[in-house]
């Protein structure tokens, strides 16, 4: 695998088409055609000619734009079957996934869940292709720019007549005083921005060639774009939690290392009047019910002031007072706390009145947190009660008196009452509607009074550093996509072969502006109009 | 020429096969919150038990440390919880310490809890769920095996056997 040395003597890397320099043609099957392929400029794709090791082969598999293709056609399709049943994370978390897909959709639903489509965005498969489509953009592009990028550097202004009798566009004229005519051409192409090389009296006028870069910048821009994908992944850099806070409560914001708190003062549910808000009375009339017009958690963040070690009960100094309403999210040091849920009238209190069963008479009300009940009610007089037992969310289970969650849906309690004259105490069990007294009759009772409800914001909280990745990677595309789209690299070849002038022209894309463009500029020279050789091939 | 060729393919090919597999075990790893892993020394905490003492991770340096997550609600650790009472029995003088760590919930709820079930071993509340999130511990039962220099040996998710407690016991005995 040696490299070709041209005539001109300029060496080209092995399997080049035809020379870096001069343009004259190597390869015998380019050699029969009538207008060469310039794309790439005839460089050699190293890919498409050293194939030895391992490395190589992997290289080159990538290196393939048809490989390329197959892969998003792959992808898209793939992409398509994520859409055709809801992904899982969409579908009411109270129904097991296998019934719910079954229930819903029949077999073919079944087939979708089995065949694992319904986490299809996130399996190892889908995210393989992402990834090999990303490496087959970087390969792609790196075996595609570096040789181009040499070639455009080596092109020499005096070419091989087989070069320039194998372009599109080419003509030779037969004029006189050519002299003249070469120099008028010079002076036009100048004005028309055109950069003009002269060697023993050749010219190559050129513009435009960095839009040859454009599909490459284009594909940085997308290869930021996928590392902005992927640092999602990476720790610390996006963050999407749930974050449920009861009015009144204090909570640590999530994955923020213990750093902030939140406390929540009040959530407010508004809905809108229909006699206060006359300019949506009608629209109101028309659908009826009860519209909400604000949903609103009142919040004072924390931040943590000084160390502390877990567990301890930290120092807090206050950063701020907000109204966190939909849309308009508290955000700090590139967290955001949005409204996303609410739950009114929670359970939070329970009071009972310690009364005789007989007489009715009351000794005395008491309060029960439900979050922490104290294990001792003093009601004076020598009245009291203590909590033996309690389960926030009752059931029985076995037999046995449990709890379903920590969270106070279902309260139960064993109370055990003390009176002067029940110094041993009388145990009563007491949940919502019953009242059981284990061990028989007793004197007296736990009369349910009162419950205390609080309601409970449900948050979103939200921190995002790929933001900007993503947005560089999309700018950047598009920029690429302007750069390769709105210009053409254009080349006029004027050169003198046997007494003749030779004229020869190539663009990457629109063929008809580079013919208009020359017309223009042989206009008022003795030099002839060329001709467009893929015209003459079809006609 | 050729060779760095062929080093350049290499190193490109390396870096993105690099780049591809992180971000697949990154993906695979986001969905266990666990943020200590086995090997690292467990983050130091402060609680305190249903008497009031506090307990610190880090007094009980020199000895095996039974570190186990639990709430009432959680069957299986109703129904693990005898058996590492037994256990403890055992291997308390054999400097293996266990400490059960409740998760948010009521002293009521959880005094209740011990004294039904006859538990000796210090019982601590993560009040507001600060040790809960250090560890990154959702579901219950989850216990951490510590060894006397304050590392973590291995970690159990899940309903353990009296045999299986007596196992991790005699692992972390110094």
Redesign the interface.
């Known amino acids: 695998?040696n490299d070709v040395k041209c005539e001109c003597g300029h060496v080209n890397p092995h399997g080049t088409v035809f020379c870096e320099a001069c343009g004259k043609i190597h390869e015998d099957e380019e050699q029969e055609k009538k207008i060469l392929d310039m794309r790439y400029e005839g460089s050699a794709r190293?890919s498409q000619t050293?194939n030895k090791?391992v490395?190589?082969k992997?290289?080159n598999f990538f290196s393939s734009v048809k490989v390329g293709v197959w892969l998003i056609v792959v992808t898209l399709i793939a992409s398509a079957i994520g859409t055709i049943f809801p992904q899982q994370m969409y579908i009411p978390p109270t129904i097991p996934p296998e019934d719910y897909y079954q229930s819903q959709y029949g077999w073919l639903g079944k087939m979708y869940y089995q065949l694992g489509f319904d986490n299809l965005y996130?399996s190892?498969w889908y995210?393989?292709l992402i990834?090999l489509i990303?490496?087959s953009l970087?390969?792609c592009s790196?075996d595609r720019v570096v040789p181009l990028y040499k070639a455009l550097k080596a092109q020499r202004v005096t070419r091989h007549e087989g070069f320039l009798e194998r372009q599109r566009v080419f003509g030779i004229s037969n004029s006189e005083n050519f002299n003249a005519s070469i120099s008028k051409a010079r002076e036009l192409l100048i004005t028309r921005r055109y950069h003009v090389r002269e060697e023993n009296g050749d010219l190559l006028a050129e513009k435009g060639r960095f839009s040859r870069w454009g599909p490459y910048v284009n594909h940085i821009g997308l290869i930021i774009f996928l590392?902005g994908g992927?640092l999602r992944?990476?720790p610390g850099m996006y963050v999407d939690k749930v974050l449920w806070v009861r009015e009144g409560e204090?909570?640590?914001v999530?994955d923020t290392n213990?750093e902030y708190y939140l406390k929540n003062n009040k959530f407010i549910l508004q809905v809108y009047d229909k006699n206060k808000d006359k300019a949506y009375q009608a629209a109101l009339q028309s659908v009826g019910g009860t519209v909400p017009k604000n949903y609103q958690s009142n919040v004072t963040l924390y931040q943590k002031d000084g160390k502390s070690?877990?567990?301890?009960k930290p120092k807090l100094k206050k950063v701020e007072d907000y109204a966190i309403r939909v849309n308009q999210p508290l955000s700090f040091h590139h967290y955001s706390l949005y409204q996303v849920d609410y739950k009114l009238d929670e359970l939070d209190s329970m009071t009972f009145s310690l009364t005789n069963k007989k007489t009715g008479k009351s000794y005395g009300n008491l309060t029960v947190n439900l979050?922490?009940?104290?294990?001792k009610y003093d009601l004076g007089n020598g009245y009291y009660v203590k909590?033996?037992?309690?389960?926030?969310?009752f059931e029985f289970?076995n037999g046995q008196p449990?709890?379903?969650?920590?969270v106070p849906n279902n309260p139960a309690f064993v109370f055990k009452m003390y009176a002067p004259d029940k110094s041993k105490g009388e145990t009563s069990f007491v949940a919502i509607r019953e009242n059981i007294e284990p061990f028989g009759n007793n004197e007296y009772k736990m009369a349910f009074k009162a419950i205390g409800t609080k309601n409970v914001s449900g948050l979103t909280v939200r921190k995002d550093l790929t933001l900007w990745v993503i947005i560089l990677g999309g700018i950047l595309f598009m920029l690429g996509v302007i750069q390769g789209a709105y210009w053409n690299h254009r080349r006029i070849w004027i050169q003198r072969k046997n007494g003749k002038v030779w004229i020869a022209a190539h663009t990457n894309k629109n063929w008809y502006g580079l013919k208009m463009e020359i017309e223009m500029i042989l206009d008022g020279t003795n030099l002839d109009m060329p001709t467009d050789q893929a015209q003459i091939e079809k006609a | 020429m050729?060779k760095r060729?062929?080093a350049i393919?290499?190193l490109?090919?390396l870096i993105?096969g690099a780049?591809?597999a992180?971000?697949?075990y990154?993906?695979?790893t986001?969905d266990d919150q666990l943020k200590v892993s086995v090997g690292q020394k467990a983050?130091?905490?402060?609680?305190k038990d249903l008497q009031g003492h506090k307990h610190?991770l880090s007094d009980y340096k020199g000895q095996g440390v039974f570190l186990n997550f639990w709430?009432?609600?959680c069957?299986p650790c109703?129904t693990e919880m005898p058996y590492i009472n037994n256990q403890y029995q055992k291997f308390k003088d054999k400097g293996v310490q266990v400490l059960a760590v409740n998760?948010?919930?009521?002293?009521?709820?959880v005094?209740?809890f011990a004294e039904i079930h006859k538990l000796d071993f210090p019982i601590?509340i993560?009040k507001?769920?600060?040790?809960q999130?250090?560890y990154g511990i959702d579901p219950l039962p989850a216990t951490f095996l510590i060894d006397k220099d304050g590392k973590v040996v291995k970690y159990y998710t899940g309903q353990l056997s009296e045999e299986t407690v007596k196992d991790l016991m005699n692992e972390i005995r110094p």
């Open positions: 695998m190293r050293y090791t490395v190589d992997i290289w996130s190892w995210l393989v990834a990303g490496v970087v390969i790196i590392i992927m992944f990476v204090t909570k640590v999530p213990g070690i877990t567990g301890e979050y922490d009940p104290k294990s909590v033996l037992s309690y389960f926030p969310d289970s449990t709890t379903k969650t920590r | 050729k060729r062929l393919r290499t490109i090919l993105l780049a591809v992180y971000t697949l990154a993906n695979f986001k983050p130091d905490f402060i609680l610190r709430g009432t609600w069957k109703e998760i948010s919930e009521s002293n009521v709820a005094e209740n601590v993560d507001d769920g600060q040790v999130a250090a």
